[in-house]
T-cell receptor, first 114, second 109 residues
Framework: NAGVTQTPKFRVLKTGQSMTLLCAQD?????MYWYRQDPGMGLRLIHY???????AKGEVPDGYNVSRLKKQNFLLGLESAAPSQTSVYFC?????????????FGSGTRLTVV | KQEVTQIPAALSVPEGENLVLNCSFT??????LQWFRQDPGKGLTSLLL?????REQTSGRLNASLDKSSGRSTLYIAASQPGDSATYLC????????FGTGTRLQVFP
């Protein structure tokens, strides 16, 4: 029973490189989210999905793209990485926005862009 | 736009004290409010979830209250221990989960 799994856990990119972060959940959750966490700013929502095939923008979507081709996976892409995207990225999932079970988070991906 | 504020930003107390962490939010139209714990370099662990129709939830030494009309929640930690040292985050749920910036707690022996 893995819950929410994020890969990779750490990554160093050069400015301008691209990469994809993978989030996988095995709980049959409908909603999935990508957050970034920066010192002194808390967690900020990048993009989210309310079901397979859907995506929506959060607070800070610029420079990122997402896809939800399968219900269990939510991909976060950086097409041209910038130093401002150095952060810790967290994925989360939930049965639904108003449901009783709350949110389950992954352990995070620490990304450094040099 | 929903904004979530946590006070204090940091707290350092001796072991055994009872603590109150505060969370306020600007829009009372929420589904629920959740308190999380985050240890340094780690992910988030859910502590308590309060539905909008509820007033409080309890788990062991933790008690969280919710006053939706005034936009406030408190997390009460009884008889604090060094193992409680972590950052505590509150988050409100609408169609998204919006976080506060956290309270960094240190409990020293």
């Amino acid at each position: 029973n893995a819950g929410v799994t994020q890969t990779p856990k750490f990554r160093v990119l050069k400015t301008g490189q691209s990469m994809t972060l993978l989030c996988a959940q095995d709980m049959n959750h409908e909603y999935m989210y990508w957050y970034r966490q920066d010192p002194g700013m808390g967690l900020r929502l990048i993009h989210y999905s309310v079901g397979e095939g859907t995506t929506a923008k959060g607070e800070v979507p610029d420079g990122y793209n997402v896809s939800r081709l399968k219900k269990q996976n939510f991909l976060l892409g950086l097409e041209s990485a910038a130093p401002s995207q150095t952060s810790v990225y967290f994925c989360a999932s939930s049965y639904g926005a108003g449901q009783v079970y709350g949110y389950t988070f992954g352990s995070g991906t620490r990304l450094t862009v040099v | 736009k929903q904004e979530v504020t946590q006070i204090p930003a940091a707290l350092s107390v001796p072991e055994g004290e009872n603590l109150v962490l505060n969370c306020s939010f600007t829009d009372s139209a929420i589904y629920n409010l959740q308190w999380f714990r985050q240890d340094p370099g780690k992910g988030l662990t859910s502590l308590l979830l309060i539905q909008s129709s509820q007033r409080e939830q309890t788990s062991g030494r933790l008690n969280a209250s919710l006053d939706k009309s005034s936009g406030r929640s408190t997390l009460y930690i009884a008889a604090s221990q060094p193992g409680d040292s972590a950052t505590y985050l509150c988050a409100v749920s609408t169609d998204k989960l919006i976080f506060g910036t956290g309270t960094r707690l240190q409990v020293f022996p």
